[in-house]
């Protein structure tokens, strides 16, 4: 699956002259709504059926500063999941192609009233749709 | 009324070494909210009364530019009501008594149903409480 | 010209369901970019070339509200300018093409000193550039 | 050492209406830059002394959410410190002294051309009040 595209804005960095630490974490985001989106199960359509998937952990190595306007690519990938606890990994490349920052984030579903979700059991299709991108695939 | 108080933060600066332009009107939230609390009609207060108050529209002049731990110090008082439009004006200075900015922001009043309410009329003792800082009196 | 795309972030939202008002800033600061790339003065050059322009001031008045994964289209227009201060005008509509959002903001150009640049008399090709997206043009 | 207290901000909400997990990052920036002034070496400090200290990695895990208008205490300990890089523990603990989220950062530190310093042996001074903060230490 192709990048998700990210163009680094002003606003993004800070006086040391990069990219502020805390805007990947905004960036996985954004990576993470393109991931669902492309294979179908988008955070609307996931709101609209009941689920709530909050962020239980994140995790994130800068390798390589990135300044503004600098063009990041962020490649998604299943980690981890058995229908409970769904951990992705994040690859991110600047416009040369460096990797700039490896990341993970981890989550877990909830219906409306709070109570865990087994996607496997209750979700079969989005189940089957995220293992699709399981990383150990390629 | 004393100023509300704002650490200027790293995050909160950007590539030219300034606090980017964008947080003030942030910085303007967090006097708003202080302001309603010493008034004693906090945001809690008011959306558990059923009452929201959506931005209609904000406006800064930049005096003069702010740095990482800067000490601002912004002054909210009401500019304009009458019940339903509510202007409020600000004031920041930083620790050496400057003046670095100039606001104003302007507020409705809804119900749960978006409907639009008469302070004035609806909610006498927060009208009230709101005209004892407007702008004239000092 | 064709508007700059911005679209809305799941991080951009608030508590009250709605994207918060500080991000039209952000959106703004977006759309200038991109139009000072297209007319061939982008930022790094101009910085490149110990142009560095603050803003001065910036104003918004929110029409309708926006929501996560909604499409804005800005459109950037220059209101004023003879060479000193740069008062651009940002109109911003949505993927159904109602207007959610009317806009502006001021610039001033300095050198690496300080100094006020008169944009005009220092460099023409720019003012030209800046002077082809005059807003009485059209 | 006490905690570094931050109350929550209402455009740090979400539309999920708790605070959004980024800004758990800049709010370990936030206890960290607290943390380095109270020993006695601020951010300006060390910037001013040619230091500069990159992040070079986060992780968070959040155990509850939290919301607008909580009052948040940070604790800060260094974790790991020999002289290069120094990871340091945030521990976040609500109003009502529930934990909210556990945390670390790793950071190394540069001089002006990007070498790597290492404060054990270039910064003494620097390197014993870290360690007087040396979580093992209680």
Redesign the interface.
């Known amino acids: 699956m192709d990048g998700y595209q990210h163009k680094v804005?002003?606003?993004e960095?800070?006086?040391?002259?990069?990219v502020?630490?805390?805007n990947y974490?905004?960036w996985m985001?954004?990576a993470r709504?393109d991931f669902l989106d492309r294979i179908g199960w988008?955070?609307?359509k996931l709101e609209e059926s009941g689920l709530?998937s909050?962020?239980?952990?994140?995790?994130?190595?800068?390798r390589r500063?990135t300044?503004?306007?600098d063009c990041i690519r962020i490649y998604v990938k299943v980690e981890e999941f058995k229908g409970v606890k769904l951990k992705l990994s994040y690859k991110m490349k600047n416009q040369n192609d460096v990797l700039v920052c490896e990341a993970s984030s981890e989550h877990c579903f909830q219906d409306a009233s709070g109570r865990i979700v087994n996607i496997k059991k209750q979700c079969e299709l989005f189940y089957e749709a995220l293992m699709e991108n399981y990383s150990e695939k390629e």
Chains 1, 2, 3, 4 share one sequence.
């Open positions: 804005q002003y606003y960095t800070d006086q040391m002259g990069i502020h630490h805390s974490i905004r985001e954004e709504v988008d955070y609307k709530f909050p962020v239980t952990s994140v995790s994130c190595r800068y500063s300044g503004f306007s």
